[in-house]
């Protein structure tokens, strides 16, 4: 298993991570950090690892070794990111909106495998 921390504000539909480049890897308390959960579920699967639970927080997600999903015969039960994938957190909160508009992203344009 692997749990990883993610950024809820950014949409299933967009693969992108924090650009360390341009900004050194720094945290300031903004919705800039991290990565989105395509980033990581892409990340994931190229490991052997599928994405099965995102808590309800809005801050960790949970994979298995697909391996393992498929010996127990239940990786179709697997529901997608965008079920998986937290909209609001419970309860509801919210970082600030980045304005420093210098920091970048790094975005990944490749589907995921199927």
Known sequence: MVVSEFNYDI???EN?????YNDSRRWTGTA????GILALTSLG???????VYGEKLGVNIFFIQTSILKK???LHLVPSIEKLHVKTPEPH??????????RGWIWNDTLLPT
Do not use: C, M, Q, S
């Not at 992108?16 to 360390?20: D, E, I, L, S």
């Not at 909160?93 to 210098?102: G, L, P, R, Y």
């Open 11 to 13: 949409p299933t539909n």
């Open 45 to 51: 699967r190229a490991y052997g690892y599928t994405l």
């Open 93 to 102: 909160w919210k970082h600030a909106e980045e304005k420093d508009k210098t």
């Open 72 to 74: 127990l015969g239940i």
């Open 16 to 20: 992108r991570v924090v650009n360390p």
């Open 32 to 35: 800039h950090f991290g990565a």
